[in-house]
């Protein structure tokens, strides 16, 4: 039995590939169309420059590379809900010039919108086998893209693991705070310790128990530790 569901890369498309994996430049797949196929299944040719029937075509989602196959492109598109009212039964992907560089058919679908009382977001994917992969790349404005929930589900998955690690290893660590004292420091509880000032200091600064022994004057000294005693007098009155 043969192939009824395939994907291929077109002329242009085999030609600007070669010519980017030759240059070592990249080919910018930019936007994903869906058609119709003109009322039946086509069947893709390399000669194809259109889709058979466009009905919509709009940036790509997502373009990566299959992690269980490297030679495997995915190209994945989200149409919303609102958009519809058609079959799809061909997929081509786009470059940045508006070429077309690979066209699939597909089991067809019908596309309902939400006027019709059936409305869904339908994602549409295209898996391309091709020699290398690495001059290939994806170019999108991520501002009007939308994200299938399987890929917010992953990137929020991969978020989470990466917070966990980070708050494992601050919990884990004796001192995640380096920058701050910590709260048993011996300068903040106990025997709290501070810089002391000068004999001669007059500020805001706090006076340390040595600071307050250096300037202060020893009872057994009878006076005699005063450094002018005639000051001192007549300051008296």
């Given at each position: 039995m043969s192939t009824?569901?395939?994907?291929?890369?077109?002329?242009t498309g085999a030609a600007k590939l070669a010519?980017?994996?030759?240059?070592?430049?990249?080919?910018?797949?930019?936007?994903?169309?869906?058609?119709?196929?003109?009322?039946?299944?086509?069947t893709?040719?390399?000669?194809?420059?259109k889709l058979i029937n466009e009905k919509r075509r709009a940036v790509l989602n997502a373009l990566t590379i299959d992690p269980q196959n490297?030679?495997?492109?995915?190209?994945?598109?989200?149409?919303?809900e609102n958009e519809g009212g058609w079959w799809?039964?061909?997929?081509?992907?786009?470059?940045?010039?508006?070429d077309l560089i690979a066209v699939a058919n597909c089991a067809e679908?019908?596309?309902?919108?939400?006027?019709?009382?059936?409305?869904?977001?339908q994602t549409v994917r295209m898996i391309l086998i091709v020699s290398t992969t690495d001059a290939i790349t994806l170019k999108i404005d991520p501002s009007v893209v939308l994200a299938t929930r399987q890929?917010?589900?992953d990137s929020a998955i991969k978020v989470k693991a990466y917070a966990d690690t980070q708050l494992g290893a601050h919990l884990a660590a004796a001192n995640p705070h380096p920058q701050y004292a910590p709260l048993n420091s011996p300068a903040l509880t106990g025997v709290p310790t501070a810089p002391t000032a000068e004999k001669s200091a007059n500020s805001t600064q706090l006076a340390t128990t040595a600071f307050v022994k250096n300037v202060a004057l020893l009872k057994?000294?009878?006076?005699?530790?005063?450094?002018?005693?005639?000051?001192?007098?007549?300051?008296?009155?």
């Open positions: 009824k569901y395939f994907a291929l890369l077109t002329n010519n980017a994996t030759a240059q070592g430049s990249h080919l910018a797949i930019t936007q994903m169309a869906v058609g119709d196929g003109g009322g039946s299944l086509p893709p040719t390399p000669a194809q420059t490297t030679n495997q492109i995915v190209a994945e598109q989200v149409i919303p799809i039964r061909e997929i081509g992907l786009y470059d940045s010039d508006g679908t019908y596309k309902p919108q939400l006027q019709e009382g059936s409305g869904r977001v890929y917010v589900d057994e000294q009878n006076g005699a530790d005063i450094a002018n005693k005639s000051a001192f007098l007549a300051n008296l009155g």
